[in-house]
């Protein structure tokens, strides 16, 4: 639940956190009253654990700030794979006339529903469609399929794009989106994810959810390890405290936190700290490093690198 604009901007700074914290590129938003629509991609396989991350951290604030006990949101959430260039920019433009898609709107002259999507604050459409400045969050790669010569060319095709289904329905897409629990996009796309879904073990904790099922990830020993080896240091000396190891050692949170399939919590049992905010200070002082020292940034690629070597 959203009751005001002080909600929606705590969502959306908390959104950032968990983009840079696990990963995951972000090419679409809506936030509306009641829910909201995120187009992502999950590079690391970790759609699973980006949304527990998203969704705990609003709750939490929610039930302070309103003094609203149990659950912000109903049920879990749903998440559809897609692909195709088409399936892409139509679930773009779905999300995005979301705000004017509701039961209330129907009847809303059209030129109504135009000048309430433009002014809609609480989307990524107005980047995409050149109304607003574009947002540092957003990945605009998927304009470039609009096939215009300049970038103002495809933000005012893409405008064009939208408005053209203010006044209906996407049907094709809609009926697109039926076709699968799991998947959007052509007949043997849906086929390869619903056969490779039916190898795995998916669970359904309430009718027409699904928690997808993240791919493996190294151990925290694993990752360790390779920093280990790369700064010819001891992996019993992580646990210990001191000048000796410490730039290591927050080096090796980091990329526990980042390549591992453990939480915070977990790396800071691993590394004996008392709390997860120790965590935090410690990726802190890793990320300061890296943007400071190319060459040590050139190392860390490395570890990361062999970590997702080592899971396929």
Known sequence: MFCGPEDYERFLRQLDAALEQDQVRLYAYAILPNHYHLFVETPLGNVQRFMQRVNTAYGMYYRYKHHHPGHCFQGRYGA????G????LALTRYIHLNPVKGKTMEGM???EKKKLLNGYTWSSYGGYAGIRASEDRIDYRWLSELGLLTERGNREAYRRYVEGMLAKDDGVFLEETDKSRYAIGDDRFRDKVESELKGKQIERAV?????????LFPGIDEVAKRVCDEFKVA??????HGRAVGKVKALAVELCCRCSGASQREVAKRFGYGSESSVGKARQLARAMLAGDSGLARRV???VN????ATF
């Open 109 to 111: 002259p059209t030129s």
């Open 80 to 83: 559809k794979v897609v692909a």
């Open 301 to 303: 690629a490395r570890i």
């Open 306 to 309: 062999r970590c997702e070597a």
């Open 85 to 88: 260039d088409d399936y892409i």
């Open 235 to 240: 992996t019993e000396d992580l646990t210990g």
């Open 207 to 215: 009718t027409g959810d699904i928690v997808w099922p993240e791919d």
